[in-house]
């Protein structure tokens, strides 16, 4: 592949790593409402008729759980094989925000569209709209965090970051509370529908999306590069990742940790999705509670973030992973017996404690890991594809075993297992080590 001049890109300006931070405040309210929060619960309810929580979707009869959680799946399984192509034809274009825009716009009208989703007679529209709001936020963030190193230097980049990260969370928060009240108030604007004020917060989820980006696309580069690629652009981002699967061949400890990576991030990701849901259908929790456990979750993640970061300091990053995925296995266990609302918080309190711990240490010690060379970005996208086809796997198991067993409790017994052969991995590659530091090499 070759490169021509492009651009002149301006690294560390304020006003755009602002613009770039706000993409955060934007989208992040499709997260905690919609697959966390509200959405889940409103699915729920609107999918049960007469004590009945079977659905048919083409022509087809599921646990409606079991449909929404293979749904989810699928997105993301679309986002893992789309990524490299539109990765690369934007590389050619060198308009990585067009691309971007285009999948912004996509999330925030299938939220949008959810206002429309009213009863099971509407189920395959909701099921759609999920479907493209995921694959809308999915792909986004791909072009999103490509770029954080476009538009500052090295030095700035944890700071920048973690930036981007608290705009999400106040916005999202704000946005969350006030869909809360209009919810538990209905009766104060007047409205006895029980679907409409869920479904307003569906639309006004897509909108706050929709409008605050565009703060984002005003200030931001329309590529990320200074100099546009040009060349066989078409397959170049599955070269890339044919590339980092060939080294993986002779890298024995960076291999068996993303294989290790794999499984117990499909446990992570299918608890962060599926908890809302599993605390109505099984433990009857009201939108209230759950709601205000998540916002909980959210506190208690970023206090689990710092703590994690203090372990892996400590003791090592291999050890500190390791006693993140002992929890979540302690997690899964005390999980299958919860009857109670009190036993779904203490449950919640541990889940937020290693949630955001986790994610952030996987990706730290995966770039300790890589080795130095020009493929970085290669090996990230690697990184990525391999997330997005656990959450893929993760979902759409989970689905099926709710599907065929009627209860998401017996789809915890999964989870269980993935979390152990994670865990079996990563004391393998512990095996293999003489000493951590914190420090990890190649081998």
Same mark, same amino acid.
């Given at each position: ?246 080294? &993986? ?6 291999? %068996?940790? *993303? !294989?290790?990576? #794999?499984?117990? @991030?499909? $446990? ?16 009857? &929790? ?6 205000? %456990?998540? *916002? !909980?979750?959210? #506190?208690?993640? @970023?206090? $689990? ?27 899964? !266990?005390?999980? #299958? ?107």
């Amino acid at each position: 592949m070759s490169i021509h001049r492009h651009t002149t890109i301006s690294k560390n300006d304020k006003r755009t790593i602002n613009a770039w931070a706000m993409y955060d405040w934007a989208n992040s309210v499709y997260v905690l409402s919609i697959t966390s929060a509200i959405f889940p619960v409103y699915y729920n309810s609107v999918t049960k008729v007469n004590d009945s929580t079977i659905v048919e979707v083409l022509g087809m009869k599921f646990e409606n759980t079991g449909i929404y959680s293979i749904n989810l799946g699928i997105a993301f399984g679309i986002v893992a094989l789309i990524s490299p192509f539109v990765s690369s034809i934007a590389d050619y274009m060198g308009n990585h925000r067009a691309f971007m825009r285009f999948f912004c716009y996509m999330g925030a009208l299938g939220c949008v569209g959810l206002y429309f989703f009213d009863s099971v007679a509407t189920l395959h529209w909701g099921l759609f709209c999920t479907l493209i709001a995921t694959v809308g936020y999915a792909g986004s963030i791909v072009f999103y965090n490509s770029y954080l190193p476009a538009i500052v230097t090295e030095d700035q980049m944890d700071a920048v970051s973690a930036k981007g990260f608290s705009y999400g969370y106040f916005g999202s928060t704000l946005l969350l509370i006030l869909n809360l009240v209009m919810i538990m108030k209905k009766e104060a604007f007047g409205v006895t529908d029980s679907t409409l004020m869920p479904r307003i917060s569906f639309m006004m989820t897509g909108l706050w999306w929709l409008g605050f980006s565009q703060i984002t696309f005003s200030r931001l580069p329309k590529g990320i590069y200074e100099e546009q690629k040009t060349g066989h652009y078409l397959l170049n981002g599955y070269h890339e990742l044919q590339k980092v699967w060939h080294y &993986l061949k002779s890298a024995v400890q960076l291999r %068996t940790f *993303l !294989l290790s990576f #794999f499984f117990y @991030i499909m $446990g992570v990701q299918t608890v962060m999705f599926m908890a809302a849901s599993f605390g109505e259908k099984e433990v009857h &929790l009201s939108v209230t509670q759950l709601i205000v %456990t998540i *916002l !909980l979750l959210q #506190f208690l993640g @970023i206090l $689990g973030a710092y703590i994690f970061s203090w372990l892996s300091n400590r003791l090592g990053n291999f050890k500190a992973l390791t006693i993140a995925i002992v929890t979540w296995i302690f997690i899964c !266990l005390g999980a #299958f017996f919860i009857q109670t609302p009190m036993h779904f918080y203490i449950a919640a309190f541990f889940i937020g404690l290693v949630m955001g711990g986790i994610q952030s240490l996987s990706r730290s010690t995966y770039s300790k890991m890589i080795p130095q060379t020009e493929n970085n970005a290669g090996f990230f996208s690697f990184y990525d594809v391999c997330e997005k086809l656990a959450m893929m796997c993760g979902l759409v198991l989970w689905g099926v075993l709710d599907n065929i067993t009627g209860s998401m409790r017996n789809a915890i017994t999964a989870l269980f297992i993935w979390f152990v052969i994670g865990l079996s991995l990563m004391l393998w590659i512990q095996r293999r080590k003489n000493q951590y530091d914190g420090q990890i090499s190649m081998p």
